[in-house]
């Protein structure tokens, strides 16, 4: 069994900054690619930003020069680290890992249960 737990999100003002994290944990290979997606009320989920386990990055267009996605891969951990802020970044968070699993060696797609962030004065 694999999860993935997220911490991080909250309230903050425009222009303010918040870091998530999410640590994968349980029977784990090897893990691909993290990545996180948010979802606005009536929006689609859409990506953020992504690793792989090389560390190249993308990032969407949106939030270029201002997020920036880092992983440790001693921790099965990513972060996203969220600066200046926008209204529009408001949205539920949720990391998203593509990873092969112990044992198994099955490959499969893991989400976390999300963190609201909102950006409000």
């Known amino acids: 069994q694999v999860q993935l737990v997220e911490s991080g999100g909250g309230l903050v003002q425009p222009g303010g900054s918040l870091r998530l994290s999410c640590a994968a944990s349980?029977?784990?290979?090897?893990?691909?690619?993290m990545g996180w997606y948010r979802q606005a009320p009536g929006k689609q989920r859409e990506l953020v930003a992504a690793?792989?386990?090389?560390?190249?990055?993308n990032y969407a267009d949106s939030v270029k020069g201002r997020f920036t996605i880092s992983r440790d891969n001693a921790k099965n951990t990513v972060y996203l680290q969220m600066n200046s802020l926008k209204p529009e970044d408001t949205a539920v968070y949720y990391c998203?890992?593509?990873?092969?699993?112990?044992?198994?060696?099955?490959?499969?797609?893991?989400w976390g249960q999300g963190t609201q962030v909102t950006v409000s004065s």
């Open positions: 998203n890992a593509d990873l092969f699993r112990g044992g198994s060696f099955r490959r499969d797609d893991y």
């Open positions: 349980g029977s784990i290979f090897k893990i691909n690619r």
């Open positions: 690793i792989i386990s090389g560390g190249s990055t």
